[in-house]
Nanobody, 125 residues
């Protein structure tokens, strides 16, 4: 079983940047699509971004396209989310997740079978 631990969250002013990291242990994540989801208070968990095992296939939610960048380092068993031009509506708990697929990217949380505990991102206006 893989363990995922997110870090890098915090409080930032609107327009600022944060870089989230996801460290995997227990098993390699190099064979799996990896994704980021977020959940704001009172809202459903939503897809943010995902990257295939090769890194060749990347999807973003429309709300973050052009501002967020997902990347991975399979040698280090790490996944990253660079978040720029942050907005108050980006405030949420951000979760790292491992998909059951290798190259096929979906935005459905049910296709992701391992989850981290989350890291809080708060963007002040």
């Amino acid at each position: 079983q893989v363990q995922l631990v997110e870090s890098g969250g915090g409080l930032v002013q609107a327009g600022g940047s944060l870089r989230l990291s996801c460290a995997a242990s227990g098993r390699t994540i190099s064979s799996n699509v990896m994704g980021w989801f977020r959940q704001a208070p009172g809202k459903e968990r939503e897809f943010v971004a995902a990257i295939s095992r090769s890194g060749d296939n990347i999807h973003y939610a429309d709300a973050v396209k052009g501002r967020f960048t997902i990347s991975r380092d399979n040698a280090k068993n790490m996944v990253y989310l660079q978040m720029n031009s942050l907005k108050p509506e980006d405030t949420a708990i951000y979760y790292c997740a491992r998909s059951s697929f290798g190259e096929y990217i979906t935005q459905r949380s049910r296709d992701f079978n391992s989850w981290g505990q989350g890291t809080q991102v708060t963007v002040s206006s």
